[in-house]
Every structure is written in C-alpha cells, then in structure tokens.
C-alpha cells in the first residue's frame, strides 16, 4: 500500500505488526505528515503502480482494511493521482525484485529504491533512466485506470 494513502489504523497495525518499531505513535504521525503534500494548493502528480495482493492481504481488522481501501480508492479519483493495479495474472514483474520511487522535479530526475530502515538515493543520470525503463516495463504489465479503480470497488465489498 503506498504510504501517501495509508490511514493512520493500516498504518499502526503494519508498524504494530512488524514489531520493529519502538515508539509506533510517532512513526504513524511522521508518515502522516508525508501526505500533507497531497493537500497542497498546487499538489504533484503521483503515479502508483501497485500489486494485486495489497488489496487482499489483510493488515489489522477487517474495518481497518475496509477504510484502507475506501482511502485508496478516493485517491485513484483525485484529479493528479493516477494509480494502476498489477494483477495476479501479470506473474513476474520487475517490482517484485523491490519497490522503488522515481521523483520527477525541476532540478531534474531522481529514484529511491525502498529497504528496511531506509533506502537509496539515486541521482546519476544512466541509473535513474534504468529505473524509468523499469517503470515502464511495470506499467506494461499493470492494469488500465478504470479497471484497476473497478478491481479496488471489488475489494472494498470483501472487507464489508
């Protein structure tokens, strides 16, 4: 679930779950505060790719997934937000080697591969276009907007 449109309750019960956070009340409001920017008079465009299972895997209650998912799917209807779904049947995929973020700004294009605790910035021009051509690889296999905003309303009613 991309943390621009987690809740608070998802959020908690994941940092609850990995037992690997000590003060859980402040991670949860740190990563809040990250979606102010999606508030913002002049947001960004966001763009998500994400795989099937993070609808179906339950985290917390079946409320907390239910509200998740109803979160995620106001975002796929915001007007600069643009979220696909990878399906299942899509097999491999390169996200599945790991998940990464590409930041389009003025000054120029960056990437962020995520890992526990961190992550790793990538500034350098060749690496950066790598992870553009994965991007698109990983669009390729992922599912138009309308379908993947139908396949979420589907998911919702499982966690009714």
Known sequence: MPGLFRIPDYTCALLSASRMVNDIEAAVEARMMRQEVLARQDPPLVWGLIDESVLYRQIGSTGVMYKQLDRLREAVEMPHVMIRVVPHAAGFYLSLEGSFNSLSL???????????????????????????????????????????????????????
């Open 106 to 160: 003025e000054t120029g294009e960056l990437a962020f591969v995520e890992a526990p605790g961190g992550g790793r910035l990538i500034q350098g021009s060749t690496e950066v276009s790598e992870f553009r051509v994965r991007w698109d690889r990983i669009g390729a296999s992922a599912l138009p907007w309308d379908s993947s905003r139908d396949l979420i309303a589907q998911a919702i009613k499982r966690f009714s």
